[in-house]
């Protein structure tokens, strides 16, 4: 996909993580949804669902999730110089209640959220 920005790079993250335990709970992809376009809004206003739903298309177009995943974590390393902490926090925070939405936390689902937070350069003590 051409013309890929951070608001792409923060949904198919939020994707990944509601996807980590090997599948979709309606749960998890209504915190997706909520939280993403609590984000994008903001920025991208009326283009909102726009860049969701292209972002969901890159996310799918993926036939290998190791290299999708690096894909996402490069977009990711992007949004530490064009973020703030707060923005970013936001982000690990929202990463942990989609994890959560469906009840409980798969240890692939751990791993991916530390990951991220390494990627997104938030430590323990940035969370409060």
Do not use: Y
Request: net charge negative; charged share 25%; hydrophobic share 45%.
């Amino acid at each position: 996909m051409e013309n890929l920005n951070l608001g792409h790079g923060l949904v198919a993250m939020f994707l990944e993580m509601a996807a980590s335990d090997g599948h979709f709970d309606k749960s998890e992809l209504q915190q997706v949804g909520a939280r993403a376009a609590r984000h994008l809004n903001p920025v991208f206003g009326d283009d909102t669902s726009k860049i969701i739903e292209e972002g969901c298309t890159w996310f799918d177009s993926f036939d290998d999730q190791a290299k999708r995943v690096q894909s996402i974590f490069n977009l990711g390393s992007k949004m530490v110089s064009a973020i703030p902490k707060a923005g970013r926090a936001a982000v690990i925070n929202d990463l942990a209640a989609i994890a959560n939405a469906d009840g409980k936390v798969e240890n692939i689902e751990g791993k991916f959220f530390v990951a991220c937070m390494e990627v997104l350069e938030i430590t323990k003590e940035d969370l409060g």
